[in-house]
C-alpha cells in the first residue's frame, strides 16, 4: 500500500513571494504522482502530473513539481504567487494507473 | 452539459435514516470513485468501480454501500447514517489516468450533515 504526507497544513505567502509546498510518499513500487488544486466550494481539479520520463513537470499556471525517487519526494513550487492562488492543494499518488492515494491538504493563503 | 454532477449539493438528515448520495457523468468514463473529504485526513476512498455491475471496497467503506447499474450513474447510499458520516463526499471519474489526456474528473461536492 501506497501513503501520502503533505508536511505542512498551513502555509500563508505574501503576493509575489515563492511558494513550496512538500510531498513525501511511501510504496515499494513504482508511483505515479499528482498535485491536484482545490478552490473554495468546488471540486478538485488536476494541477500537473508525473508518469514518467522528465522529473521535473509544469502546469500551465506557472506551477512545478519534481520527482525525487531516492527521497520520495514530488515538492510543488511556484516562483511568484497571486492572489489567485490561494486555495487547497493535494498531493496524491497512484501505483495502479486509477486509483489514487490523497495526502492531508495544504491550504495556501496569499496576501496582498 | 458534459461533465460529472452530483446531488443534492447540501443535505441534513437524521441518524439513523438512509441517505443517497447521486453521481452521474456523461462521458462514459469507465472508472468511478467516491472519496470523502475531512479535515485533516485529505480525500479518502470510500469505493470503486471499474465497470458497469463492478464494484469495490475502497479505504473507508463500513457504513456505506454502493451500485453500478449503468456506467453514468454511481450512487453511494449511507445504510443508517451515522454522526461520524458528516462530511463532504466527492463523486470522481476517469477513462485511465495514466493517459496524459485523461486526468480524474471530480464533482463539486456533496456536503452531508448528519444530526
Known amino acids: 500500500a501506497q501513503s501520502v504526507t503533505q508536511l505542512d497544513s498551513q502555509v500563508p505567502v505574501f503576493e509575489e513571494a515563492p511558494v513550496e509546498l512538500r510531498c513525501n510518499y511511501s510504496?515499494?513500487?513504482?508511483?505515479?504522482l499528482f498535485w491536484y488544486v482545490q478552490y473554495p466550494n468546488q471540486g478538485l481539479q488536476l494541477l500537473l502530473k508525473y508518469l514518467s520520463g522528465s522529473t521535473l513537470v509544469e502546469s500551465i499556471n506557472g506551477f512545478e513539481a519534481e520527482f525525487n525517487k531516492s527521497q520520495t519526494s514530488f515538492h510543488l513550487r511556484k516562483p511568484s504567487v497571486h492572489i489567485s492562488d490561494t486555495a487547497e492543494y493535494f498531493c496524491?499518488?497512484?501505483?495502479?494507473?486509477?486509483?489514487?492515494?490523497f495526502g492531508a491538504g495544504t491550504t495556501v493563503t496569499v496576501r496582498a | 452539459d458534459a461533465g460529472i454532477t452530483q446531488s443534492p449539493r447540501y443535505k441534513i438528515t437524521e441518524t439513523g435514516r438512509q441517505v443517497t448520495l447521486m453521481c452521474h457523468q456523461t462521458?462514459?468514463?469507465?472508472?468511478m470513485f467516491w472519496y470523502r473529504q475531512d479535515l485533516g485526513h485529505g480525500l479518502r476512498l470510500i469505493y470503486y468501480?471499474?465497470?458497469?455491475?463492478?464494484?469495490d471496497k475502497g479505504e473507508v467503506p463500513d457504513g456505506y454501500v454502493v451500485s453500478r447499474s449503468k456506467t453514468e450513474n454511481f450512487p453511494l447510499t449511507l445504510e443508517s447514517a451515522t454522526r461520524s458520516q458528516t462530511s463532504v463526499y466527492f463523486c470522481a471519474s476517469s477513462v485511465d489516468i495514466t493517459d496524459y489526456n485523461s486526468p480524474l474528473h471530480f464533482g463539486n461536492g456533496t456536503r452531508l450533515t448528519v444530526t
Open positions: 510504496s515499494s513500487v513504482s508511483v505515479y
Open positions: 496524491a499518488v497512484s501505483t495502479t494507473g486509477y486509483k489514487l492515494s
Open positions: 462521458w462514459s468514463h469507465s472508472y
Open positions: 468501480s471499474a465497470a458497469a455491475d463492478i464494484t
